[in-house]
């Protein structure tokens, strides 16, 4: 199965060019011949440890580095947020889909998916705000807002089996 499925910061990686060519994120650091991390003012990230990321069910790891020395550094402003030395996290399995999401959905079949999902969820979202008045959850709690999304998902398709139903009495 292909990646299609757009990913949070998806539009901004892909159509904001001065953030994806930021050379202050870590992505875009520069590999040098022993594969180390060197920044823009070319100091060297050394691996400190491999951490689960938090929320992650599926055992992902996220890779910490921390520069050498940030001390007196001419991008410091820019760079780091902090008075330490910066520290970065990278999870290179998510870099890797990030990409191939990337590549498959410009491409001319991407394209056309991405047209078509947009058709199909606007249709449905649009029957069920404006003609059914279902505009917010009212419900608190993951069960519950689970459970009121399911009876008005129900709703819908019981609307659309109905108008179906119809129609074919209609015919016949």
Known sequence: MEKYMKFPMFRKETEDKRYHNDPFRAVNFRIDKEGKLRCPNDKTFHFAYRQFVRGNQY???EEVYICENCSGCLYAIQCKKTDKNRTIRINRELTAMHEEVIQNLESIHGALLRMNRSIQAEGT????KNNRWYKRIVRRGIDSVRMELFLVSIGHNLYKYHN???RLQKTA
Request: net charge positive; aromatic share 10%; glycine share 20%.
């Open 59 to 61: 055992g992902r790891q």
């Open 125 to 128: 979202f649009g029957i069920m």
């Open 164 to 166: 179906k139903r119809m």
